[in-house]
């Protein structure tokens, strides 16, 4: 039964349907963008914020996975990200990491469970 620490996102399947879904939230009253995505077979969400020149990951593309579908990669310079932790794998910000969320599925709903979050759409 959800809560109000949760806010729905989507029906599970959904992520398996596209690479990825994005929703606009406020966190702390700040209107942030924030990717979901599946990735071996887990749920994950970030800020899509790349901490090298502050753009989101899929500003040029639409896409936020490279070419070989194992790590995430930020459009606007290539740098790339472990989809499992958000560190950042290129040397300039290496040991940085994209700003995770909290997830959690009940039956086959998936929320965000983070208690200052507010959707936006
Ligand atoms: S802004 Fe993301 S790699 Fe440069």
Known sequence: MANDRLKHICARRELHEVSYLTRKVRIKNQPVSVIIFAFEGVAYAYINHCMHMNRPLNCEQDAIFDETGKYLRCSMHGFIFDPKTGACQSPVCLG?????????EIGETLYFAEKHLILID
């Open 96 to 104: 940085q990491r994209l700003q995770a969320l909290r997830l959690e």
